[in-house]
């Protein structure tokens, strides 16, 4: 299927917001979003549960309104009701809605022609997603990883332009994960703008071409995964069989910032993990020793612990 293939060649960023906000009632959900991503991008949200992500994701979506700032999807405005924006944009929301007695096969081709898409479509989306074998299958009976699945689906059957999944990966195990990570990949493969949640960091690292973290309704971090880690004060951990070596001699080499036993291993952490692993090798030889470079969880926890003062890594 070729029909709204985007062309790549569109004017503008996909999404532009502006000092976005959003309050229930005292609570201040959204507290001034300010972000742009462009067309083609892999664009991760992440942050601790109730951080924002949803409220900020189903504004972008027009399922919400925001209380003031402004925002900008695919050029034209969400918000009130865009009906020219459905068919553009794909949406699987954390508590989807199904029509539970139809077959998969039928409450997907239900969507596709909710959107006016090509009936095709649909077992196209169904293997896509995984979903080949449970055509036939009620939705009621689907297990919580299908029924995900079909979540998913329904964003995608109408081949949309920009693509909004909130968690879609929170139920899947850990092969239906992976095979999600090669669906999203192809799409954005094919041109597609994708903006997503994610609690897995280590998938919005091996995704996301940048990642915003949000706490407490604002964006504390913005970039690419690899920029947020280099620029991180995480350190690098060195991993040395105890029988190896003690911690105080451990203690004992330049560049080493810390030392802890963890398991059957002396932890040396340190940001020069070169020269450390030079000395090291020298004094006890390398074998058996394990290096843990810093991570995108690594980067998340400093920010959301410090940000939320929840078991922070002080
Ligand atoms: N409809 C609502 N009414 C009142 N409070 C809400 C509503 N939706 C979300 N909230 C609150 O707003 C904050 C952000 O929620 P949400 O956007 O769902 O965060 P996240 O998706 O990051 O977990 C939370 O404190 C949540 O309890
Ligand atoms: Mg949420």
Redesign the pocket.
Known sequence: MTQKKPTGQAAGPALVLEGVRKR??D?Q?LDGITLTVERGEFFGVL??????????V?IMEGLRRADSGSLSVLGAPPWPRNMALLPRIGVQT?SSAFFTRLTAREHLATVAALYGADPAGVARTLSLVGLAEQGGVRVDVLSGGQRQRLAIASALVHEPELIFL?EPTAALDPQARRALWQVLRALKGAGRTIVY?THHLDEAEALCDRVAI?VA?SVVALDSPGRLVGAAKAPTRLLVPADRITAERARGFEGVDRVVVEGGSVVLETRAAGPVLAALGAAVGLDGVRTRTATLEDVYLELTGELTGSEGRA
Request: glycine share 24%; charged share 20%; proline share 5%.
């Open positions: 229930y009632g609570k959900a942050g601790p549960n109730g951080a924002g992500k949803t409220t900020l189903e954390q909130d949640t949000v309704g």
